[in-house]
């Protein structure tokens, strides 16, 4: 399976505190990724969860966001389809950096970019497509970078949703639809 080990090394430095989060964030994305992927008996390798959910987030060293230690250039929105360039740079399968690119919200559509200015490209495709680009994303609602990082509630990941777009929040609910049922029988 892909070395995500290598491209943390090479790009966080060991012991730094943007590090420390981004392992811990990925972490418990790919656990609960990995304990989705068993309950609902989607037949995902494991590697290849583990792999896609700690690679998600590569790019947010490229980022301006300073309550997780990233000092970039770029727009945190952005850091999805920067972890995805990142990967293909580095020679990763295609798959994972489609889990990058695609993770950020719950998708973002071409009508939201426009809606809402945002500082994306609308030639390409940031939507959750695949089951495991869909795994991904959703899993990843559940824990923030910053605070506690404790897993959230359904009620706060919903609540978080809302509050960037109506249609945010309804993908959202298609994605518990498909995989919510697991939460509740983790009983989480």
Known sequence: MYDYQRLYDKYYPTGSRVRNILERHSRSVADLAARINARLGLGFDPEAVEAAAMLHDIGIFMTDADGIDCHGTEKYIRHGILGADLLRAEGAPEWIARVAERHTGAGISSNDIVEM?????????????????????????????????????????????????QSTAERFELLNDEFGAAIQELGM
Do not use: Q, W
Request: aromatic letters at 6%; glycine letters at 2%.
């Open 117 to 165: 200015n945002l500082p994306l490209p609308l030639d390409r495709v940031l939507m959750p497509e695949t089951l495991l680009e869909r795994l991904i994303c959703y899993a990843d609602k559940f824990y923030s970078k910053s605070g506690d990082m404790s897993m959230k509630s359904i009620e706060r990941v919903r609540a978080s949703m809302a509050r960037h777009s």
